[in-house]
């Protein structure tokens, strides 16, 4: 008998579990304290709140406790985007986060300068939105392996660029130091020999013209001097 009074207990234990997971959502979306009232955009540099609230198109009156997969999917068709989080905040706030498709420099397209990621594709975002510190590339693949491999071994070096364009058997990076000169394919290895040429010449007191990488074994300075 004390066996079967607590099978009970737990068959009832389990309905009010699952009325208070099915139920309590419901509940709560009819409370206004849980109206969403503010929209938080995190990780985002060129998309505005502005897309987001219209792409999130909350009707009046939506609660915190809505659905957010629909709002998540209808976010992500926002164009650039790689990522959509959406979280709730009590009471009312839903934090929306982001992860953008990322800009490595600007390319001459249809003659204006657009966004373009490591690929050479084409970013639907606007350069003038935000001020941008990028260099002005070449949008070819061997250009374009070359940055983001500096980018990747070298962040320091990449920020120094101005320009990255093609050149016989490599890609010229310009800076307003010197040039370095890289081989198409190059590696993170080419890029810490170059540095390490580099930190040399700078802690003899050194200016260059020109660092060529794109020999095995070696590296060439041109133009240096005291």
Not at 117 to 126: E, I, K, T, W, Y
Not at 184 to 203: H, K, N, Q
Request: hydrophobic share 45%; proline share 6%; net charge neutral.
């Amino acid at each position: 008998m004390r066996d079967l009074t607590r099978g009970w207990v737990a068959v009832g234990a389990a309905g009010v579990a699952a009325l208070l997971w099915f139920g309590l959502p419901i509940v709560l979306r009819q409370m206004d304290f849980f109206t969403v009232r503010r929209i938080e955009l995190v990780g985002a540099r060129y998309t505005t709140v502005a897309q987001v609230h219209e792409a999130l198109a909350l009707p009046s009156g939506s609660s915190l406790f809505d659905p957010v997969k629909s709002l998540r999917d209808q976010v992500g068709q926002l164009p650039g985007l790689q990522t959509v989080q959406i979280h709730r905040r009590l009471p009312g706030t839903l934090r929306v986060v982001v992860r953008e498709r990322d800009a490595i420099g600007l390319a001459m397209v249809d003659d204006l300068l657009r966004l373009v990621d490591q690929d050479g594709h084409v970013l639907p975002f606007d350069p003038a939105y935000v001020a941008v510190d990028l260099p002005i590339v070449s949008a070819e693949p061997a250009v374009m392996h070359a940055l983001a491999t500096v980018r990747l071994s070298d962040p320091d070096l990449y920020h120094t660029v101005t320009r990255a364009h093609p050149m016989p058997s490599g890609v010229a990076l310009d800076t307003p130091n010197g040039r370095f000169l890289v081989r198409e394919g190059c590696t993170p290895s080419d890029i810490r020999a170059l540095r390490a040429v580099l930190t040399d010449l700078e802690a003899r007191g050194h200016h260059y013209r020109e660092v060529d990488g794109r020999f095995d074994g070696r590296v060439i300075v041109r133009g240096w001097g005291a």
